[in-house]
Every structure is written in C-alpha cells, then in structure tokens.
C-alpha cells in the first residue's frame, strides 16, 4: 500500500491569487501519477496523467510538475477563480506486480476561492 | 449514457438492513473500480474488476462486502447487515483498459452516499 501525503489538507484564497499544492509519494517503483479535481455534487475530473520525471503539463490556467526522483509533484492555479473551488487528489498508479495498476489517492486538498 | 452512472445517488440504511449500490460504466470500458470514501480521507481502493473477472477485491474491508460484474459491463456493490462504520461516499470509476497502461485515465460517477442509522 502508498503512502500518499496532500498538503495543505485545505486552503482559502481570494479570487485572482496564485496557489500551489503538494502531493508527496514513494519514490521507488514509480509508474504514473493521476490528478483530478472533484467538484461537490460532482465526479471527480481527471486533470493530468503524469508518467515522466521532469514533466510538466498544463490545462488552462492550471499546470502540474513531477519529480520522480525525490517523489512529489506539485499542482499549480494561476488567477484562482470561484469556479476552482474543488477537491484536488493526486494518486500514484501502484503497479506492484500486479497486471493492472490501482490507483491509491492521497486524502486531498480542499480549495475554496472567495469571490 | 456518456458517463458513468451510479444509482442510488443517496441512501439511508438502518443498521443491519442490506444495500445494493449499482454502477453503470461507460460503454465498452474493460476495466471498472470501487472505491470508498469516508468524510476527510481520500478514496480507498475496494476491488477491481476486468470485465467480468474480480481480479482484486483485497480492499473489501470485510465478507459483508461482495461486488459483481457479472457480465462485463453493470456493476453491483453489495453490504450486508449494514453497520454505522459502513457510512460513506462509494464510488465506482471505469476505464478503456486496465491502468497498467499508463496513460489511461478513470472515469468516475457521482457516488453513493451511504448513511446507515
């Protein structure tokens, strides 16, 4: 089982700021890392599936990097609007021998936008 | 439908009462998930199913819990004698191939929300 670590656990920001997050996981037998945003009354998003170390990817005004070699990856809003006030998860795809790989989600970071 | 579709949407269980919770994935996707969420944590992995075969059910937290997918394609989640500690989001998420390949992504539904009284 990973150890999947989200930090903040929950974060308030005005409209218009900047804000980042964390997502923290083993760092031995990586294979992928998933993002998603969930939305409440919603189902969760997929954002971005992450595979390289050194990759960034971007979607609008959010963007994600990844680094595989000290196991983390962080989640980047620019110009935070209401409308980003979600659930974001990470989960790191856990191969572990198996045919298939399960997804194991950290426990989120909360966003709320304030207009 | 275009999406996963999961029914009940809500549902209140006196304790001991058994539920069936159901998933519907998206057309055509060979592998389907079930995950529980309990309030403030991040959704727990219960079993997985390629098509019709139960290649994972390590995270079913006991043998109230049974889930099938009988002919590749619906899904049900079946408690048993419903416990308070049962209460929670269940989700199910279905994708095109199994997650081994890495750039496949899941598809959730909306969940169940499950309150046993």
Known sequence: ILNVEQSPQSLHVQEGDSTNFTCSFPSSNFYALHWYRWETAKS??????????????????????????EGYSYLYIKGSQPEDSATYLCAPLDAGGTSYGKLTFGQGTILTVHP | GAGVSQSPRYKVAKRGQDVALRCDPISGHVSLFWYQQAL????????????????????????????????????TLKIQRTQQEDSAV???ASSLSPPGQVHTEAFFGQGTRLTVV
């Open chain 1, 44 to 69: 969760p998003e997929a954002l971005f599936v992450m595979t390289l170390n050194g990759d960034e990817k971007k979607k609008g005004r959010i963007s994600a990097t990844l680094n595989t070699k």
């Open chain 2, 90 to 92: 269940y989700l199910c």
């Open chain 2, 40 to 75: 403030g944590q991040g959704p727990e992995f219960l079993t997985y199913f390629q098509n019709e075969a139960q290649l994972d059910k390590s995270g079913l937290p006991s043998d109230r819990f049974f889930a099938e997918r009988p002919e590749g394609s619906v899904s």
